[in-house]
């Protein structure tokens, strides 16, 4: 039997209503990777994480646990599991079996996000354990009742914080705020930007000291919804790298596969590997920008590519700039190491 | 062989489209059934999207609840609603098709 979908969804809107996520974090979890950034704690310009990079370790334990159930017998029971999931919560206790190489990961993605940021001489706070998830798996599954409900509590807490500007870093979130809220919370007057638009206005200066070639794999929700895909490509030039296309590229990039792991696993695998394909055809070093496609295209890739987030990618360009010798000895430039990350 | 057809199905998903969740409305109205969102498709499921909506149309709802797992299944990628030469907004319908269902078929609110 495929894994049914009515208990899955079920849960996915019990957890939100009771738990305020579709897969709750514990505190560690979804604020630990601020440890030691010294973030102040809210202000009116507030870097907004949506617990998305924290949770997709997570998302992807528990994806492949549903994977080892779909087509058995088991699948019967979930909807046993989904009444006792309002009691206790087995989502929870699904997601502590997350890879924690993964989830430092995610971390330190968004500490690449938080330097890149500052260096860049933005000034921002983190609402840390008032942060919360935006709802994007309810409101594509059409559970729009339950994100309504949450859309509207959100919108009140953040407003209580008296938060203006959220800077999202994640294109579900950003979606979630830009195009979800306002049909759904009236009067949704908080100004959302993304921090590779922020990053992109800064017009970083071109950096000669680092070399290397990205192949970009774009994020449907950037490129199709949110009109994101120039920017990107302008930071990693800019970082000194040259950037090359797959056959399927910016407002035509293919999927990786994400949306369809909690559901339909084996499908979301064959999407990914397809994509990996069109991927290596370009190049081993490969570029995402969305948790998700990091998590389902480094899986399916296996040792065939180097799959980075953007943001580790062009932090680690900014390192090796900054470490470069003393002009004299820079007429060659340095070469990005495969991986990214220092 | 018979389809039940129910003639204000039509309206009714139009009325869950654009009353209720004050989001976009359901607009399959404007597909000519070119074909292109198949063929864009990255999943290769042929229902996906103009035959789905062509059943939506038509009041065929038994034939769009035994396709339950397809509609389910959409990336909501956008790439058929990208190059859509009617500009029908696919993943929306999706999405209230999906609202739909779960509704009516799940119970679920």
């Known amino acids: ?4 979908i009515a208990p899955i969804l079920g849960i996915f809107a019990d957890n939100v209503r009771k738990r305020g996520s579709v897969l709750p974090l514990s505190k560690r979890t979804a604020t630990g990777w601020a440890r030691g950034l010294n973030l102040p704690r809210g202000g009116k310009t507030v870097l907004y994480t949506g617990h998305m990079y924290q949770m997709v370790p997570a998302i992807d334990a528990m994806s492949f646990q549903l994977s080892l159930l779909e087509n058995s017998f088991l699948t019967r029971f979930f909807g046993i599991g989904r009444l ?60 729009d009742d339950a994100f309504g409900e949450h859309a509207r509590r959100v919108t009140a807490h953040l407003k ?52 290397g070639e990205v192949v970009v794999h774009d994020s449907c929700v950037y490129a199709r919804y949110e009109n994101i895909s120039e920017q990107p490509r302008e930071l990693l030039r800019a970082a000194g790298l040259s950037v090359r296309e797959p056959k399927l590229s910016g407002k035509a990039t293919h999927c990786c596969g994400g949306p369809l792991e909690s ?22 070093n490969v570029v995402t920008m969305c948790p998700f496609c990091w998590v389902n295209l ?29 002009p004299a000895e820079t007429a060659k430039p340095r070469v990005l190491q495969a991986g990214g990350a220092d | 062989m018979v389809s039940r057809v129910n003639p204000g199905f039509r ?13 976009s409305e359901f607009n399959a109205e404007a597909c000519f059934n070119c074909g292109t969102c198949t063929a864009l498709c990255p999943l290769g499921y042929q229902i996906l999207p103009r035959k789905l909506f062509h059943e939506v149309r038509l009041g065929l709802e038994d034939k769009i609840r035994a396709e ?30 999906r609202y739909l269902i779960n509704r009516q078929e799940f119970g679920l609110k």
Do not use: W
């Open chain 1, 263 to 284: 559901l339909f696993p084996a499908e979301a695998h064959r999407i990914s590997g397809n994509r990996v394909d069109q991927l290596e055809a370009q190049g081993k």
């Open chain 1, 160 to 211: 209580k914080l008296g938060v203006r500007r959220l800077i999202t870093v994640d294109p579900h979130t950003t979606k979630m705020f830009r195009q979800a809220y306002p049909h759904f919370v009236k009067d949704f007057d908080i100004e959302v930007v993304n921090y590779l638009e922020v990053l992109a206005e800064k017009h970083p200066p071109a950096v000669a000291a680092v070399s």
């Open chain 1, 298 to 326: 480094t899986k399916a890739a296996k040792d065939r590519l180097v799959v980075n987030d953007i943001a580790t990618t062009l932090a680690a360009c900014r390192r090796q700039a900054a470490s470069r010798p003393a």
């Open chain 1, 84 to 143: 006792v999931n309002k009691f206790i919560s087995l989502s929870f206790f699904m997601g502590l079996t997350a890879s924690p190489k993964k989830q430092r990961h995610s971390d330190q993605v968004l500490r690449d996000i938080v330097e890149l940021l500052r260096g860049a001489g933005v000034e921002f706070g983190y609402l840390y354990e008032d942060e919360f998830y935006a709802g994007a798996l309810l409101y594509d599954d059409g559970l």
């Open chain 1, 1 to 4: 039997m495929p894994i049914p």
């Open chain 2, 68 to 97: 339950i797992p397809q509609i389910f299944s959409c990336l909501l990628c956008r790439m058929c609603e990208e190059n859509c030469p009617q500009g029908v907004h696919i993943t929306e319908n999706m999405r209230i098709l």
């Open chain 2, 11 to 23: 309206r009714e998903i139009a009325k869950l489209g654009a009353d209720e969740r004050g989001t």
